[in-house]
């Protein structure tokens, strides 16, 4: 996106050499982030990339509220010998 959106400024205010190009060069970004997206929905990527950072923020809240009742990796005693 940031790249059709900077190409599209070029071509809007006529700065060489984009100027020259034709104007289905400029918005190909546009049509290639829509192709990802479409892709990444019906894929399922999307979803599996949210549910794992779902379940990484979970993992570290666990650890954290072990960790303040003193029984997570922190808090373990050592073994005596």
């Known amino acids: 996106m940031a790249i059709g959106l900077g190409l599209?400024?070029?071509?809007?205010?006529?700065?060489?050499?984009?100027?020259a190009w034709d104007w289905w060069l400029v918005l190909a970004p546009f049509a290639m982030?829509?192709?990802?997206?479409h892709w990444a929905d019906s894929s399922g990527h999307t979803q599996r990339k949210a549910m794992e950072a779902m379940d990484e923020k979970k993992a570290q809240r666990r650890?954290?509220?072990l960790e303040a009742l003193g029984q997570g990796e922190a808090g373990k005693k050592k073994p005596r010998k």
């Open 33 to 37: 982030a829509a192709a990802w997206w």
């Open 63 to 65: 650890q954290r509220s």
């Open 8 to 19: 599209l400024g070029l071509k809007f205010f006529e700065v060489a050499p984009v100027a």
